[in-house]
């Protein structure tokens, strides 16, 4: 079946080219497996494989790629979908039809026919109702005039973390966004860039009289700030 040129040759460290010829005539259709063999002076043997599939040429042969999806780990109530290619890799057409088990897969189209154009199918998945942490999977069953398959798809529903602030350092901006050392209006901004802005304008000892939110008052910067260390 196979044959290499050359079958014997000398290396000092150059690449020698092997070529290998495949002839499939008066070969049945199937798989056929070549390994060739390569001995050296050194005591050391290689092996180079060779795989050919022979497919017949005189009736519908059924093919898709890819066979199988993965589509991670998904929340549970969301819908993800991928897509996988039939056609027919032989002579004549293949007629095909799709089917399944699993209520949370939908498929379409169900049915078609391909004399060697790819036909795309999409599948779509809805994790609603899934049981959380669970493993699920899902084989659609490709019968064909000319062969049956099946395209099989897995999914993991995931959970929620649930998040706990125990502690936490500095301070937490509220919704309103006000100076802590001017409150005589009660100012607030409900955007912090509006409040950064504010206070970037107006650094507090661009004042005469220095005060903080139980308004105490200094005349001086330096006693204010010893006394409000979170000023500017």
């Keep these: 079946m196979a044959r290499c040129i050359p079958t014997s040759g000398v290396s000092n460290g150059e690449h020698v080219p092997i070529t290998v010829t495949v002839d499939t005539t008066g070969l049945d259709h199937g798989l056929y497996n070549c390994t060739i063999v390569i001995t050296t002076n050194v005591s050391m043997t290689g092996y180079f494989n060779v795989t050919v599939n022979i497919i017949s040429h005189t009736y519908p042969a059924l093919a898709f790629y890819p066979q199988s999806h993965y589509f991670g780990i ?40 391909s004399s060697g154009e790819h036909d795309p199918i999409t599948v779509t998945i809805d994790t609603t109702g899934l049981p959380l942490g669970s493993s699920q999977e899902c084989y659609i069953d490709i019968t064909s005039n000319g062969g049956n398959k099946v395209f099989a798809l897995w999914v993991i529903i995931g959970t929620t973390p649930k998040v706990e602030i125990e502690k936490y350092h500095g301070r937490i901006i509220p919704d309103k966004y006000c100076s802590h050392k001017y409150r005589h209006g009660g100012c607030g901004w409900t955007r ?30 330096d006693d204010f700030l010893r006394y409000n260390p979170w000023a500017w």
């Design 74 to 113: 998904l929340m549970e109530g969301v819908t993800e979908e991928t897509s996988f290619d039939i056609w027919n890799s032989g002579t004549g057409t293949v007629s095909y039809e799709l089917s399944w088990d699993e209520p949370w897969v939908s498929v379409s189209p169900t049915s078609g026919s």
């Design 192 to 221: 912090m860039e509006d409040f950064v802005k504010w206070k970037w304008f107006h650094p507090p000892w661009e004042r005469d009289v220095w005060e903080t939110t139980d308004l105490a008052r200094w005349r001086r910067k």
